[in-house]
């Protein structure tokens, strides 16, 4: 067993039972022209997060842990679209042409990956048209096949799809911990205060700590 120093307490984890989830970390929510951009946001802001997720990413890829990837996004026809989501930010943006192809559409080059953190082979990449990375994917049928019983988060948004997983993940029993540095959203105040929830009242939904924490802990 490995320990990490997190909040509320420390973290104990097992090298084989524990996966790394990379969630979003896309053009589409990082770069100008993307859905995070039309939907009037600061992308800028999070790109702080890109520098611990590659360190967690490396830490995690010598240690030999399972390593997932989400994308979120839809189908070319938008058939997996819901009516309720097309029309979020007041106008229809999902579909619609951009700088970088059409927007938050799998193929295009806004929903790939930024190439900081591209995924190498044999990293399982995960399409999913939700905020969950569980909803309508084979997240759960992935983990439950390779034992993992611990889940490593990094990625964005930290109030939105990183938090959504979290809460997905711990009542599906896993022990979560979201690395803090290593996600990121455009409202400071929604990214200390969704931290904040994960690991209130005793972690109940998970931990949080460091990436210096997490990536030292897999070396060790
Ligand atoms: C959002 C995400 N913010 N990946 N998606 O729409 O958090």
Redesign the pocket.
């Known amino acids: 067993m490995k320990t990490l120093d997190a909040q509320p307490f420390s973290f104990k984890f097992d090298l084989k039972s524990t996966a790394l989830i990379m969630?979003?970390m896309q053009r589409d929510?990082i770069e100008p022209g993307g859905?995070?951009e039309m939907l009037g946001n600061d992308v800028s802001l999070l790109r702080s997060a890109i520098a611990p997720c590659k360190a967690v990413l490396d830490a995690a890829r010598r240690s030999g842990l399972l390593v997932i990837h989400t994308r979120?996004g839809h189908r070319p026809d938008l058939a997996d679209l819901h009516p309720a989501k097309r029309t979020r930010g007041g106008k229809t943006f999902i579909g619609t042409d951009g700088p970088m192809g059409r927007i938050l559409v799998r193929g295009e080059k806004g929903h790939d990956f930024i190439p900081e953190l591209y995924p190498i082979e044999g990293e399982p990449i995960l399409d999913k048209p939700g905020?969950g990375a569980f909803y309508e994917t084979d997240l759960h049928l992935i983990l439950e096949a390779n034992g993992i019983r611990s889940l490593i988060l990094c990625?964005?948004?930290t109030e939105?799809?990183?938090n959504t997983t979290a809460r997905e993940a711990n009542d599906r029993g896993y022990e979560v911990l979201v690395v803090e540095d290593a996600v990121a959203s455009y409202f400071p105040e929604f990214h200390r205060v969704a931290l904040e929830m994960i690991r209130a009242q005793g972690a109940i939904v998970g931990w949080v700590a460091r990436s210096a924490a997490v990536s030292s802990a897999l070396a060790g």
């Open positions: 969630i979003d929510f859905f995070g979120e905020k990625g964005v948004t939105v799809c990183v």
